[in-house]
């Protein structure tokens, strides 16, 4: 496998309910929002640090945002889900407070034989009111469908979890000619204009949600 996709259509794979971890500790309905950027490959090699770095930048520069980088590489989430939650491991419970704490998410993914990797799924899964009423955006990079299969996939298991997945999402095509071996982009404004308009969408959902969940939280 590597991370160069073809060309061909795919259908859509379903998220399963996983049992709560944390309560929820969104910041306040003041301030800037708490952008969650999970970078969502853990393979060996792997270039998904390079557009997260990236992408995190430009959402610190935004000036909306505290930016919290979650490298599920790092977190190393156990494989096996568990149905009692007094035997959560703890890679899991150390990682549930801070998805609990944001208020809005970016999943950085590439496109594996049409798809998002395994251990993102597996992530997912691990939690879920974690995920509840909060927007999720996109940072896709793959060969010429630029990883846009894996969005649409994961739309759906978002959709799940009661998160808010964007419209709008920022994509690389053939990422390996998009960034130079400084990890910064060879040709920026496009894909910096991509990002301005994820983040603004992000905000205004951001907020909103943070708000309508401080006066009525979500009852799942």
């Known amino acids: 496998m590597n991370e160069t996709p073809d060309a061909t259509t795919t259908t859509a794979t379903t998220a399963t309910a996983a049992p709560s971890t944390a309560p929820s500790t969104a910041s306040s309905s003041r301030g800037p929002l708490r952008l969650a950027v999970i970078v969502g490959s853990t393979r060996k090699g792997r270039f998904a640090p390079v557009p997260a770095a990236w992408f995190a930048a430009r959402a610190r520069e935004h000036g909306g945002f505290e930016v919290d980088i979650v490298d599920l590489a790092e977190e190393r989430l156990p494989d096996t889900l568990v149905d009692d939650e007094r035997s959560i491991p703890e890679p899991v419970a150390r990682l549930a407070p801070r ?56 739309r ?20 390996q000619d998009a960034f130079g ?32 969940r401080a006066d009525h939280p979500f009852a799942s």
């Not at 609990?100 to 939690?127: C, G, M, Q, R």
């Not at 400084?182 to 708000?211: C, E, F, I, S, Y």
């Open 181 to 212: 071996t400084d990890g910064q982009l060879l040709t920026p404004d496009r894909p910096n204009d991509a990002a301005k308009v994820m983040l603004d969408r992000l905000a205004w959902l951001g907020h909103a949600l943070r708000n309508h």
């Open 99 to 154: 998805l609990a704490a944001a208020d809005a998410f970016v999943v950085v993914t590439p496109e594996y034989n049409h798809s998002f990797p395994a251990p993102l799924k597996t992530a997912i899964d691990w939690f879920y009111t974690e995920w509840q009423a909060k927007p999720v955006g996109f940072v896709s990079y793959g060969g010429v469908s630029g990883g846009l299969r894996s969005v649409e996939h994961l």
């Open 156 to 175: 759906g298991v978002f959709n799940e979890v009661y998160a808010i997945p964007t419209r709008d999402t920022v994509c690389f095509p053939n990422y």
